[in-house]
Nanobody, 125 residues
Framework: QVQVVESGGGSVQAGGSLRLSCSAPGYASGITWVAWFRQASGKEREGVAVIASGGGTTSYSDSVKGRFTVSRDKNMVYLQMNSLKPEDTAMYYC????????????????????WGQGTQVTVSS
């Protein structure tokens, strides 16, 4: 059973920073990609950042590119969020996949089977 656990959410003012942490298995456990998704109230869940287990390849959604950074250290995956905006307010989820994916698929929620419980991020103006 693959366990994924997030931590690190909270409340911050616009322009501030937060770092989210995710405990997830690595390549040795068959995990190929670990991604961060977010879901704002009344909206679809969207992928924001992903990192490959085997080689460190990363990808970002246009909405966070240049502000968020995803990184990995052994079985921990981090999401450093800088220059936060009120529109970044959402529940953030970490997810892991065993699929081999083309780059265009790596931020698609349908490709991830293992999900954490989520951590809330609230950005006030």
């Amino acid at each position: 059973q693959v366990q994924v656990v997030e931590s690190g959410g909270g409340s911050v003012q616009a322009g501030g920073s937060l770092r989210l942490s995710c405990s997830a298995p690595g390549y040795a456990s068959g995990i190929t990609w670990v991604a961060w998704f977010r879901q704002a109230s009344g909206k679809e869940r969207e992928g924001v950042a992903v990192i490959a287990s085997g080689g460190g390849t990363t990808s970002y959604s246009d909405s966070v590119k240049g502000r968020f950074t995803v990184s990995r250290d052994k079985n921990m995956v981090y999401l450093q969020m800088n220059s936060l905006k009120p529109e970044d307010t959402a529940m953030y989820y970490c997810a892991a996949s065993r699929y081999l994916m083309a780059p265009i698929e790596t931020l698609s929620k349908d490709r991830y089977r293992y999900w954490g419980q989520g951590t809330q991020v609230t950005v006030s103006s």
